[in-house]
C-alpha cells in the first residue's frame, strides 16, 4: 500500500520558514517524482514545483522560484519542502504528490496534507 | 501560463440525476487533462485522466469528455457519495501545472 504520510500543522510568523515532511512507503521511492501543490482557503490548487529524489533534480514554480527547497533523505524515503519569507498569503494546505518518471503529471497518491498559517 | 475555468461553480442535482461539469482550458492541451473529486476533509481523488480515462476502482457512472479546450466530466445518476467538489487540471503545457476553480456538486 502507498503511503504519504506529512508533517503536522505548522503556525508561523511573517518572514519565517516551514519545512514540511512527506514520508514515503509502499513503494520504491527513487522510481517517482515529487510534486508538491498548495490550496489556500477558498482558492485553486496551486504548483510549486517537482523533485527528483534519485537525481536531487528540481524544477520549481517560477513563482516560487527563490523562497523554496525541495530535498528528500534517501535513507529514510522521506521528502521535504522548505518554503522562506512567509507571507499571510502562503496560509494553505501544502500537499505531496508522487508522480512516475515517466509518468504524466497527474496525481493517484497524495499526501494527507499540512496545513500551514503564517501569522503575526 | 494556461488558464482553467470551470462551470458553474455550484450544481445542485437531485439523487439520481445526471451532473454535469464543464471545464474549459486558455488554450488548448490536447488530452492532456485530469479530474479529482474531493469531499470535505479528504486530499483529492484522481477520477479520470488522459480527458477520459477512469483511473483505478473509478466507478463507470464517471466518465470524461472532449479534447482541446473544452471539456466535461458526467456523473451518470449521483449517488450520496458523489456530493463533493469537482477540480479539472491541465499537465500539457507546464510548468505550471494548472488547476481549475472548482465545481461543487451539491444537494438540490
Known amino acids: 500500500q502507498v503511503l504519504l504520510v506529512q508533517s503536522g500543522a505548522e503556525v508561523k510568523k511573517p518572514g519565517a520558514s516551514v519545512n514540511v515532511s512527506c514520508k514515503t512507503s509502499g513503494y520504491r521511492f527513487t522510481s517517482y517524482y515529487m510534486h508538491w501543490v498548495r490550496q489556500a482557503p477558498g482558492q485553486r490548487f496551486e504548483w510549486l514545483g517537482w523533485f527528483n529524489p534519485n537525481t536531487g533534480g528540481t524544477q520549481y514554480a517560477r513563482k516560487f522560484q527563490g523562497r523554496v527547497t525541495m530535498t528528500r533523505d534517501t535513507s529514510i524515503a522521506t521528502a521535504y519542502m522548505e518554503l522562506r519569507g512567509l507571507r499571510s498569503d502562503d496560509t494553505a494546505v501544502y500537499h505531496c504528490?508522487?508522480?512516475?518518471?515517466?509518468?504524466?503529471?497527474?496525481?493517484?497518491?497524495w499526501g494527507q496534507g499540512t496545513l500551514v498559517t503564517v501569522s503575526s | 501560463e494556461i488558464v482553467m475555468t470551470q462551470s458553474p461553480a455550484t450544481l445542485s442535482v437531485s439523487p439520481g440525476e445526471r451532473a454535469t461539469l464543464s471545464c474549459r482550458a486558455s488554450?488548448?492541451?490536447?488530452?492532456?487533462l485530469a479530474w479529482y473529486q474531493q469531499k470535505p476533509g479528504q486530499v483529492p481523488r484522481l477520477l479520470i485522466y488522459g480527458a477520459y480515462i477512469r483511473a483505478t476502482g473509478i466507478p463507470d457512472r464517471f466518465s470524461g469528455s472532449g479534447s482541446g479546450t473544452e471539456f466535461t466530466l458526467t456523473i451518470s445518476s449521483l449517488q450520496s457519495e458523489d456530493f463533493a467538489v469537482y477540480y479539472c487540471?491541465?499537465?500539457?503545457?507546464?510548468?505550471?501545472?494548472?488547476f481549475g476553480g472548482g465545481t461543487k456538486v451539491e444537494i438540490k
Open positions: 488554450q488548448t492541451v490536447n488530452s492532456n
Open positions: 487540471q491541465q499537465y500539457s503545457d507546464w510548468p505550471p501545472l494548472t
Open positions: 504528490a508522487r508522480v512516475g518518471v515517466a509518468g504524466p503529471p497527474f496525481y493517484d497518491n
